[in-house]
């Protein structure tokens, strides 16, 4: 059953770390409400733990894909969140940063693949 799979689980727990940077500033703002609800049906995550999550995106641990291209995906859904309001603030970058290492990326891996992704999105970094 999907709902019992790791996988499942694993993207329940992706989820919650993109609420997580999405409410970094306290509030989730209508732009990145959107990008939530793209990504809960992407990830196949039902209305009710989309509820809960909101209410506790801290509840659910990073549980980290095995493969390269599914890691490198969670990093580009992290950055759909934080660029939903066209910027990112020095807490998301930190916050993703934190995120990135638990994805299984060395340190140095995680700021490469960071700094990818911000000239990718294209936007710009506010302190």
């Not at 995106?57 to 992290?78: C, F, H, Q």
């Not at 930190?94 to 060395?106: E, N, P, Q, T």
Request: hydrophobic share 40%; charged share 35%; aromatic share 8%.
């Amino acid at each position: 059953d999907l709902y019992d799979s790791g996988e499942h689980q694993s993207n329940i727990a992706h989820f919650a770390a993109i609420v997580n940077l999405a409410a970094v500033d306290k509030a989730i703002n209508s732009e990145e409400e959107i990008v939530l609800k793209r990504l809960a049906f992407k990830l196949n995550v039902s209305e009710e733990k989309y509820k809960k999550i909101l209410k506790n995106p801290d509840a659910s641990g990073l549980m980290p894909p095995y493969d390269l291209e599914t890691r490198l995906e969670r990093i580009k859904d992290l950055f759909r969140i934080i660029y939903a309001d066209n910027e990112i603030d020095a807490a998301e970058k930190h916050l993703i940063l934190r995120y990135a290492i638990g994805l299984g990326f060395s340190e140095e891996k995680a700021r490469e693949e960071i700094q990818k992704c911000i000239r990718v999105f294209g936007s710009r970094i506010r302190e």
